[in-house]
Nanobody, 118 residues
Framework: QVQLVESGGGLVQTGGSLRLSCAAS????????MAWYRQAPGPQRDLVAM???????NYADSVKGRFTISRDNTKNILYLQMNSLKPDDTAVYYC????????????WGQGTQVTVSS
């Protein structure tokens, strides 16, 4: 079993910055591809950014150039640095851990709210 605990959300003005963290426990962190998703009011949860165990990152077009995903495999922590925030970035942000080899475990954190005021 993997536990993921997000932190760092909050209220920020347009143009501001936040850094989200996701602390993982109960697993070999480096075995997992890690990602951040977000969910605005409604059922859809969208991928924001993902990073492989080796550090290769991919981003949604809407956040490219503004957000940076990173991971510390020695501390079992995933980060999301968010700059130049916009009201459209307002959402609950979720940390995700996916093991790309069998067993293909998939875990979610509880989410952290990010609100960007205009």
């Amino acid at each position: 079993q993997v536990q993921l605990v997000e932190s760092g959300g909050g209220l920020v003005q347009t143009g501001g910055s936040l850094r989200l963290s996701c602390a993982a426990s109960g697993t070999s962190f480096s075995d997992y591809r890690m990602a951040w998703y977000r969910q605005a009011p409604g059922p859809q949860r969208d991928l924001v950014a993902m990073i492989t165990s080796g550090g290769m990152a991919n981003y949604a077009d809407s956040v490219k150039g503004r957000f940076t995903i990173s991971r510390d495999n020695t501390k079992n922590i995933l980060y999301l640095q968010m700059n130049s925030l916009k009201p459209d970035d307002t959402a609950v942000y979720y940390c995700n851990a996916f093991r790309p080899i069998p067993p293909r475990n998939n875990y979610w954190g509880q989410g952290t709210q990010v609100t960007v005021s205009s």
